[in-house]
């Protein structure tokens, strides 16, 4: 799997979830993770910890795992046990800090920008791909082709022709509306 993109961000999750979690709970690290760069979401896939916020216990067999939102600045927990399928944790806020590895992630413009994560071979072409997105996204949003695609649905009117708002009349009978219903 490589470096985790946010490890002190995975690190204060681990600390954090072993604290609220259940009596004989704890020892919660990093299994496998998965980042999402182009939404801010790192999911944490963990170990050591089955503690479910939905059952109120730990599972006998299946783990959890924690959506990390940068966006939000919050975390949350899931399960893979088919008992809690579709249920969601407490958001639970993230530390300041967590801020700069929010914004290596960079889900509001350039990508990663930590050169070690780079080195890493699916990083980088996670990267590029989200690189090449937005220098697509960019071409279509650029000022000089707006203009061309909206001067086709701009509307002609010609200038003697003015707008009026509707004339609202207020001689309805509502003593004969009320009588035929």
């Not at 299994?31 to 479910?52: E, H, I, K, P, Q």
């Not at 088919?82 to 969601?88: A, F, I, S």
């Not at 082709?145 to 708002?165: G, T």
Request: aromatic fraction near 8%; include cysteine; charge should be negative.
């Amino acid at each position: 799997e490589g470096m985790i993109p946010c490890p002190d961000t995975a690190a204060f999750v681990c600390k954090d979830f072993d604290a609220w979690s259940g009596a004989g709970c704890g020892g919660a690290s990093v299994r496998s993770w998965t980042a999402f760069f182009d939404y801010g979401v790192v999911v944490l896939n963990m170990n050591g910890n089955r503690f479910c916020e939905a059952v109120e216990r730990a599972h006998k067999s299946n783990n959890v795992m924690f959506v990390v939102d940068f966006r939000e600045g919050a975390y949350y927990q899931r399960c893979h046990d088919p008992e809690c399928k579709g249920t969601r944790g407490s958001l639970r806020p993230l530390p300041p800090e967590s801020a700069r590895e929010a914004f290596e992630l960079a889900p509001t413009g350039q990508g990663i920008e930590n050169p070690q994560l780079l080195q890493q071979p699916h990083l980088q072409q996670q990267h590029q791909q989200q690189q090449q997105r937005l220098q697509q996204q960019q071409q279509r949003h650029s000022p000089r082709q707006q203009h061309r695609q909206q001067v086709p649905h701009v509307p002609q009117h010609s200038p003697s022709v003015s707008w009026a708002p509707p004339r609202i009349d207020d001689d309805d009978d509502d003593e004969c509306f009320w009588a035929a219903a």
